[in-house]
T-cell receptor, first 114, second 110 residues
Framework: NAGVTQTPKFRVLKTGQSMTLLCAQDMNHEYMYWYRQDPGMGLRLIHY???????AKGEVPDGYNVSRLKKQNFLLGLESAAPSQTSVYFC?????????????FGSGTRLTVV | DQQVKQNSPSLSVQEGRISILNCDYT??????FLWYKKYPAEGPTFLISISSIKDKNEDGRFTVFLNKSAKHLSLHIVPSQPGDSAVYFCAASALNQFYFGTGTSLTVIP
């Protein structure tokens, strides 16, 4: 049982390049999230999904797109990378029901845009 | 605008003593609160949570206190151990979204 898996773990992009970050979970969770972590800023929500085929914007969605074509996968895309998108990206998932509905996080993707 | 705030970026405590980490929030709609622990190069892991209908929840060495009138949350670790050294995030939940604080880096000195 792998939990939440993020690929890649590290990436360096040139300004203007595009890339897709993949998040996969094997827990049959309904909800999935993409966060970015920056020094002094905590974890900020980029986009989230409450089920297959649905997505919604979070706090900082500009410059990113997402897709949830399959329940177990949540993709985060950068169409034209900018240095301001240098960050550590975390994917998370959670169950829909139940008293305990905390997140399970992936181990992160460290992205540098030069 | 930060809805969940951790005003202490860092905290150092002697091994065996109590660690107290604080968190303040602004949104009265938050109904569930959590603490996460994060080691370098790893994702955050769930530590302990509390519902807004309670004011205390205890799990071993970890206790979370909630003061709704003050919109204040705290995590107590007793006794503190060197393995507790990590960054601690508090989080608050409303509807489908969780809001995280900026984190407090705890160092437990042997």
């Amino acid at each position: 049982n792998a939990g939440v898996t993020q690929t890649p773990k590290f990436r360096v992009l040139k300004t203007g390049q595009s890339m897709t970050l993949l998040c996969a979970q094997d827990m049959n969770h309904e909800y999935m999230y993409w966060y970015r972590q920056d020094p002094g800023m905590g974890l900020r929500l980029i986009h989230y999904s409450v089920g297959e085929g649905t997505t919604a914007k979070g706090e900082v969605p500009d410059g990113y797109n997402v897709s949830r074509l399959k329940k177990q996968n949540f993709l985060l895309g950068l169409e034209s990378a900018a240095p301001s998108q240098t960050s550590v990206y975390f994917c998370a998932s959670r169950e829909r029901f139940g008293r305990y509905y905390g997140y399970t996080f992936g181990s992160g993707t460290r992205l540098t845009v030069v | 605008d930060q809805q969940v705030k951790q005003n202490s970026p860092s905290l150092s405590v002697q091994e065996g003593r109590i660690s107290i980490l604080n968190c303040d929030y602004t949104n009265s709609m938050f109904d569930y609160f959590l603490w996460y622990k994060k080691y370098p190069a790893e994702g955050p892991t769930f530590l302990i949570s509390i519902s807004s209908i309670k004011d205390k929840n205890e799990d071993g060495r970890f206790t979370v206190f909630l003061n709704k009138s003050a919109k204040h949350l705290s995590l107590h670790i007793v006794p503190s151990q060197p393995g507790d050294s990590a960054v601690y995030f508090c989080a608050a939940s409303a509807l489908n979204q969780f809001y995280f604080g900026t984190g407090t880096s705890l160092t437990v000195i042997p």
